[in-house]
Each structure stands twice: as C-alpha cells, then as structure tokens.
C-alpha cells in the first residue's frame, strides 16, 4: 500500500535565527513518516512532508521541544 506524501505549513513563533531555523528543523525531521521540513523564518513557519498526515499535538510537541510555540495558524 503506497501513501502518498502529505504537506502542512504550521506557523512557528519566536523563532529569530537561523540557530531557530535548524532546531525546528531537527526536531520535526525526528517525527516518524517526515520526509521534508523546510522552515521559512521570514514567515515564520515550517512546511512539513511526510508520508501522512501528523497529528497536530505531535507537531506541537515536536516545536515546543525546540523551544518554540506552533502558532495557531496552519494552511
């Protein structure tokens, strides 16, 4: 059975750098089924790919690791 790749931009707060960029990063690229992260700090916010879609209090949990908050916006 092949699932296809899900992506979901979450916004990320408080992230100021690119040291911010890399530990959201890191973080979310440890959830299982992550295929791509890639974090827009301009935007403040990382775009998620991954194999299905990700439970919002995994992500959550994933940014607040890295010591940031998900916004409550999501596209």
Same mark, same amino acid.
Do not use: I, K
């Given at each position: 059975?092949?699932?296809? +790749?899900?992506?979901?931009?979450? =916004?990320?707060?408080g992230? #100021?750098?690119? @040291?911010?960029?890399?530990?959201?990063?890191?973080?979310?690229? #440890?959830? +299982?089924?992550?295929?791509e992260?890639?974090?827009?700090?301009? @935007?403040?916010? =990382? #775009?998620?790919?991954?194999?299905? +879609?990700? +439970? $919002? $209090?995994?992500?959550? *949990? =994933?940014? $607040?690791? *890295?010591?940031?908050?998900?916004?409550?916006?999501g *596209?």
């Amino acid at each position: 059975m092949d699932e296809q +790749p899900v992506s979901r931009t979450y =916004a990320v707060t408080g992230m #100021t750098c690119e @040291h911010c960029v890399r530990a959201v990063t890191d973080e979310l690229s #440890t959830l +299982p089924g992550v295929r791509e992260v890639r974090v827009d700090l301009r @935007h403040g916010t =990382a #775009t998620v790919t991954s194999l299905g +879609p990700l +439970p $919002d $209090d995994v992500v959550r *949990a =994933a940014v $607040d690791e *890295a010591g940031y908050e998900l916004g409550d916006g999501g *596209a």
